[in-house]
């Protein structure tokens, strides 16, 4: 059966103008027919494998889910925290955890959820002070290599002492000062 009918049309691939027999025509040849059809499949096995990478990729975490009692590696992954960050936390009692062995401590899944619940008695958020400290004067304080080089420490055990102590030091220009009287105070 011939048609009598001509329209013109738009190539769903190549975006061309051209002249149909069909209304249902999409394409202007085999060609551009062809390459729409190879173009979609790619595109579906391109995303069928990405929906893989993305389950893949999410399955320990629906993995653990379902467990009862995790390690400390599963509850950093479980949380979104570093290791370090977790076993902070089971050191200053924030999260409960039950160590059965040297390398075996394990979590309860319930005190996890109970944290999120309600907050615990004696739990409290600690915000670091935003009040600025008064900086001393320059002539009143030591750069960070001359306290090295008079008390004999190394810039590694300094720099821990400072932060430990929560010590004051200010930067200005390319040194970094810290007054004399605090950082006298605890090396004398």
Sequence with gaps: MSSNISVYRICGFCGSEFLAKKTTTKYCSLKCASKDYKRRLKNRKIESSNLQTIKIKNQPLIDLKDKEFLNVRQLALLLGFSVKTVYRLINTKRINAYNFSERKTLNRRYDINALFEKPQI????????????????????????????????????LYNLIKRNNISKFSQGKFTYVAKKDIEDFLK
């Design 122 to 157: 004696g739990f409290e958020i600690v915000l670091r002070p935003t009040e600025q400290r008064k900086q001393a004067e320059i002539k009143d304080c030591y750069t960070i290599t001359e306290i090295q080089k008079k008390f004999n420490i190394s810039s590694g055990a």
